[in-house]
């Protein structure tokens, strides 16, 4: 048995390692051939192309990196080609991940995509192309999946592997395992008012959104005079730009500390949250952390955006709700004053602070379990028709 999976992102990386797992055990002789992260990495599968090439966002910073994408997408049809896989998991990456899987169906592969595009939210033309390039859809969230079936695709809803692979803890149990707080949060650190950003696993996101959130806190410490900030960085490498972007927003670093430890310990560790509209906000959401939420785009991508989409909520938590249960600030709104704003009644109303947690609540009690367990035995279901 060959599989062939590609992961268009961090997000992607972790739902690509959990579904590995969960199929090694159906598959246990298969051979795995797989572009992903650090994530799929480390379940002892065949890398043959890096995650970073496909982690970019918005229809004008594509362009930037098209020679690079394209380059990948040749020389992966070339080794797909040589080396036939006998099933392709698609794991989000619809741009890249759908012309792919058409590529391989034409060659009698079967192919699979994991996390349903966002065709709810979107003009539904994309349905043509997912008919043509899948099997089988695997769907996250119970609300994607009456749409294939009014189209006569194959769907399940597998629920999100997070679900169940985050544990809440307490924001006194988090501060003790970060060893920053007694390092450098020293004073009284277990009472101290703490703010996490986390503005996203992109260079792009990292850039545009990072200056607004730190203008924020600028404006937050004239009312809280002793904030301290965690801000997450997913990697390494950005570490470097982070720190340049806080010293040319003339904040003090000393109240500062930008980490790269475990997302969901950085989460549980702060009285709110700050971030961009992505996964994120379902970890903040199920680890129960007041959150506001927000997003910036090139100008190009916001107004092509505008004229496609048909939704007006973006963030998962509003999603699933149904309702907005968090503050989004979404491009012109996406503003240090606004954000401000959320973030203080984030941090010191009660009532606001209670209404969001008991949503998040309901959102946890909702979501199906063993994701990654239904989702490899509905693709065995699939191989073995």
Same mark, same amino acid.
């Given at each position: 048995m060959h599989i062939a999976i590609l992961a268009?992102?961090?997000?992607? &990386?972790i739902l690509g390692a959990s579904l590995i797992v969960e199929l090694k055990k159906i598959y246990p002789t298969a051979r795995f051939t797989c572009v992903g992260g650090e994530e799929i990495k480390a379940q002892e599968v065949e890398i043959i192309g890096n995650i970073e090439t496909l982690s970019v966002m918005g229809f004008a910073e594509v362009i930037g990196k098209l020679p690079e994408i394209?380059?990948?997408k040749k020389r992966l049809e070339d080794f797909w080609t040589a080396n036939k896989p006998d099933l392709f998991i698609g794991i989000d990456a619809p741009d890249f991940n759908l012309p792919m899987e058409i590529f391989l169906r034409q060659k009698a592969v079967k192919t699979v995509h994991f996390v349903s595009p966002s065709i709810w939210a979107w003009k539904e033309k994309r349905i043509k192309k997912i008919k043509q390039a899948v099997d089988l859809m695997l769907c996250l969230f119970p609300f994607e999946t009456s749409i294939y079936k009014e189209h006569e695709i194959a769907a399940v809803c597998t629920g999100h592997p997070m679900r169940e692979r985050l544990q809440e803890i307490s924001k006194k149990e988090a501060r003790e395992k970060l060893s920053f707080f007694t390092n450098k949060f020293n004073d009284n650190a277990e009472n101290l008012p703490v703010l996490g950003l986390f503005p996203g696993s992109r260079k792009s996101e990292i850039t545009r959104l990072l200056p607004i959130f730190l203008a924020t806190v600028n404006l937050l410490k004239v009312q809280i005079p002793n904030?301290?900030?965690?801000?997450?960085?997913? &990697?390494?490498?950005?570490?470097e730009l982070i720190k340049n972007i806080?010293?040319?927003?003339?904040? &003090?670093?000393n109240?500062?500390?930008?980490?790269?430890?475990?997302?969901?310990?950085?989460?549980?560790?702060? &009285?709110?949250?700050?971030?961009?509209?992505?996964?994120?906000?379902?970890e903040t959401a199920l680890?129960?952390? #007041?959150?506001?939420?927000?997003?910036?785009?090139?100008?190009?991508?916001?107004?092509i955006a505008r004229r496609l989409l048909k939704i007006n909520k973006y963030s998962l938590p509003n999603l699933l709700a149904g309702r907005e249960i968090v503050p989004e600030r979404i491009q012109e709104d996406c503003t240090p004053e606004l954000l401000a704003k959320d973030c203080l009644a984030l941090l010191q109303d009660d009532e606001i602070i209670s209404k969001q947690?008991?949503?998040?609540?309901?959102?946890?009690?909702?979501? #199906?379990?063993?994701a990654s367990e239904t989702a490899a035995k509905a693709i065995a279901e699939l191989m073995n028709k």
């Open positions: 268009g992102e961090k997000s992607g &990386d394209l380059g990948l904030l301290r900030v965690i801000i997450s960085t997913a &990697d390494a490498k950005y570490q806080c010293e040319n927003s003339c904040i &003090d670093l109240n500062i500390e930008i980490s790269l430890e475990n997302s969901s310990e950085l989460i549980s560790a702060s &009285d709110a949250v700050m971030l961009a509209s992505g996964t994120i906000s379902l680890l129960s952390r #007041p959150m506001t939420v927000a997003y910036k785009v090139h100008s190009l991508t916001a107004f947690l008991h949503s998040f609540a309901e959102i946890r009690d909702n979501m #199906p379990e063993n």
